[in-house]
């Protein structure tokens, strides 16, 4: 299992809003101004696309510190939010806020089967904020989404995919490209083509496949974020790991906008109805 470590963020350094930590996305900045509203409207995003409604059952994965938990319940108004992250830290804050709708909340990853937390619960939309890239393999992440959906749910996460025309990008572009995935823990088998993910969809019983790109209203915002949030920080704060991991990240960010050799796109559909 990869270190949980190597997912740590410091949210405190992310925005200059102490209620906003518990957020750990890129963030959509389509109209935001600050870190939380961009982080919000990402996982709005997602919510829209897995076309939540009132009364669902819904699975969160990756769900970090659960910033997103009150959007679900309070405006898509879902009745029963479970929960799965990786990092210990995140469950043990998760389950001393004791959100009366969060009923399941368990550590694990997200491309290895469910535990027995999980066992035998079907719902009615898995939802996956800026993490998929995260997996193993797109397959095995794909394989858990069909499996915690019931016939008929929905999905919605947002990852990263080759472009169209990655091919015609020089080797050397391609070469820096693969170095940066490999430097932030993504997998070559998580970043793939639409047909390719596409492929993978159908053999997992998934549908009615929507992408939708968001890559101008992601990269850059995040960068440029990044960039007017060194300012407000000390030296101090700027010469920390964290901040350099922070850092480093929104660089790459930059570079993307500029080399679109990968895009970032959220993906969404529904399980078909066979039994």
Known sequence: MPNPKNFNINGHLLTNHAEDWRWNNLGYWAKAIDYGQACQDLAYLHGQAAKLQE???????????GAAFELWYKRFK???????????????????????FVQQVSQGRFDSPLDK????????????IDAAYHAQSLTQFLEVVSS????????????????????????GQRAFAQSLLRMAHVSQ????????IEKIAYQHQLENLQIQALNQHVFLG????????????????????????????????RWLAN?????????????????
């Open 148 to 171: 915690a959906l019931k016939p008929t749910g929905y999905f919605a996460f947002s990852t990263l995919i080759l472009a169209h025309d990655y091919a015609d990008y020089s080797l």
């Open 78 to 100: 879902v009745k029963q939010i479970d929960a799965l992250d990786l990092r210990p830290h995140c469950i043990a804050d998760i389950k001393e806020q004791a959100w009366p």
């Open 222 to 253: 995040f960068a440029n974020w990044i960039e007017s949030r060194a300012a407000q920080l000390s030296l101090k704060e700027k010469l920390s790991a964290d901040w350099q991991k922070i850092s480093l990240t929104a660089q790459w960010c």
């Open 189 to 196: 088998h998580s970043v793939l083509s639409v047909e390719h």
């Open 259 to 275: 080399n679109p050799l990968l895009e970032y796109v959220l993906i969404s559909g529904q399980k078909n109805s066979s039994p």
């Open 55 to 65: 009364e669902q059952k819904i699975l969160e994965l990756a769900c970090g510190y």
């Open 117 to 128: 937390a999980f066992y035998n619960q079907q719902y009615d939309a898995v939802l996956c």
